[in-house]
């Protein structure tokens, strides 16, 4: 939160803060790379921070939308379909203002001989957003969300994502870095995205804060002590 208010990223969730947030916000500082040309880098337009709480606001809107669609669909069946399945004409609409255009569009787009009940009702209500697991759908979030040429912040990505959606977001977050011109600032305490390539990782559990390797963290050895105590039984069909 602190190097995305200081670099004026653009955020969707409000978070919490503080009179004294905004005196750690002055007191932070910055330094912009140079280029190949010796010109001064400038935060790419779109760049962004995305959070946890992003996605799980767009998890509920979808659904909230959908739950919407499916009330509307059952009215509109009840509204413009008969008992046999077709669509019925309703009364004639006569255009007199504005104000009756949407009733005799709907009246029109009724009686087209190729609009099936069902075309019919899904133009009129709108289509529901298919929603998977919510890993899924968070890894789909991040899919349409994330552009070529951009900063993003990410505050602890690996939420609501298995370990192998995980290394699905890996793959994703490798490819945008190493092709698309996207740089990443990343708070996590995955493994998975720690482990990827070419990242430089800080410690802040540590003080002075410190740079180390992903396999040096507390957090990752905490992960290999476990795994370690417990390998007999990941050996034990071998």
Not at 100 to 116: C, F, G, M, N
Request: aromatic fraction near 12%; charge should be negative; glycine fraction near 4%.
């Amino acid at each position: 939160n602190l190097i995305a208010n200081r670099l004026e990223l653009n955020r969707i969730a409000p978070f919490n803060s503080s009179e004294m947030f905004d005196l750690y916000v002055e007191h932070c500082k910055f330094e912009l790379g140079f280029d190949d040309e010796g010109f001064k880098y400038r935060i790419p337009n779109g760049s962004r921070i995305i959070t946890s709480d992003d996605i799980f606001d767009y998890m509920l809107t979808v659904r909230t939308n959908n739950e919407e669609i499916a009330d509307s669909t059952e009215d509109i069946r009840l509204e413009w379909g008969d008992h046999n399945g077709n669509l019925k004409y309703g009364k004639t609409v006569k255009m007199n203002s504005m104000d009756d255009y949407e009733a005799l569009r709907l009246q029109v787009l009724s009686r087209k001989k190729s609009v099936s009940r069902r075309e019919f009702i899904r133009r009129v209500a709108g289509t529901e957003v298919k929603l998977n697991s919510n890993g899924e759908t968070a890894l789909s979030y991040f899919n349409s969300k994330l552009k070529n040429d951009t900063l993003y912040c990410l505050d602890e990505p690996e939420n609501s994502l298995s370990p192998k959606m995980q290394l699905e977001l890996v793959k994703m977050l490798e490819q945008m870095a190493h092709y698309c011109g996207c740089q990443f600032i990343i708070a996590t305490h995955s493994p998975f995205l720690l482990a990827m390539e070419f990242t430089k990782i800080y410690d802040l559990d540590t003080n002075p804060v410190d740079i180390k390797q992903w396999w040096e963290l507390e957090n990752t050895k905490v992960y290999f002590d476990f795994f370690i105590k417990h390998n007999r039984l990941f050996l034990a069909d071998k």
